[in-house]
């Protein structure tokens, strides 16, 4: 069982709209929970890295949340534009170490 | 400053043989780590080296091997080759692995296809 779960699979949404992406895990402690962004045919580029007492981290339009009581962490897009258009996945990393745990991650899709 | 660099960019392998991947972290970064993305299992985990020895290794057969040069480069390996190692291998730099001071930096990865 994948001890990382992202939800939805994939989202379509319209430009200008917001939207809000799931992560829900299973392995601990962690260090460190990521968000990253990877468009067609690249590598992923790092959003938002959160330790396990924070709350929530933003990189522009980005904010990730982080709740660890219930293991979920979520991504919110605001006013999405049509570069918004990629995977993003979801990455947890273990305490002590290298170890870590990839989502499967979200299709986002971004029409005018 | 110049980002990760992979090369080569593209690969075709016939099963059985052997390949060799190369990977040049961002100037200062003594940490790279390796990973396999397919559509089927997503990203996955290979191994890590730090001042040329690994640190970490992910559940890889023996088949897959790297090393770090004194340079902080690295070459991954892969002998006897098979249809299912066809895939996405992502290189990325740090300055020291994935504690939560270090950003992590990708490569755009070398594309291989085993036939």
């Known amino acids: 069982k994948n001890q990382v779960e992202q939800s939805p699979q994939s989202l379509i949404i319209l430009e200008g709209k917001n939207c809000t992406l799931q992560?829900?895990?299973?392995?601990?402690?962690?260090?460190?929970l990521r968000w990253y962004k990877q468009d067609t045919g690249r590598g992923p580029v790092s959003l938002t890295i959160?330790?396990?007492?924070?709350n929530t981290k933003s990189n522009g339009r980005y904010t990730a949340t982080l709740d660890a009581d219930t293991k979920q962490s979520s991504l919110h897009i605001t006013a999405s534009q049509l570069s918004d258009s990629a995977s993003y996945i979801c990455?947890?990393?273990?305490?002590?170490?290298?170890?870590?745990?990839f989502g499967t991650g979200t299709r986002l899709t971004v029409i005018p | 400053k110049a980002g990760v660099t992979q090369t080569p960019r593209y690969l075709i392998k016939t099963r059985g043989q052997q390949v060799t991947l190369s990977c040049s972290p961002i100037?200062?970064?003594?940490?790279v780590s390796w990973y396999q993305q397919t559509p089927g299992q997503g990203l996955q985990f290979l191994f890590e080296?730090?001042?040329?020895?690994?640190?970490n290794k992910g559940n890889f057969p023996g088949r897959f091997s790297g090393r770090q040069f004194s340079n902080s480069r690295s070459e991954m390996n892969v002998s006897t080759l098979e249809l299912g190692d066809s895939a996405l291998y992502l290189c990325?730099?740090?300055?020291?692995?994935?504690?939560?001071?270090?950003?992590?930096?990708f490569g755009p990865g070398t594309r291989l296809t085993v036939t």
């Open positions: 080296y730090f001042s040329e020895t690994q640190r």
């Open positions: 100037s200062g970064h003594r940490s």
């Open positions: 990455v947890v990393i273990l305490t002590g170490a290298n170890n870590l745990f």
């Open positions: 990325a730099s740090s300055r020291d692995g994935l504690a939560i001071n270090y950003e992590q930096y």
């Open positions: 992560c829900n895990y299973t392995v601990s402690p962690f260090s460190n």
């Open positions: 959160m330790t396990f007492s924070e």
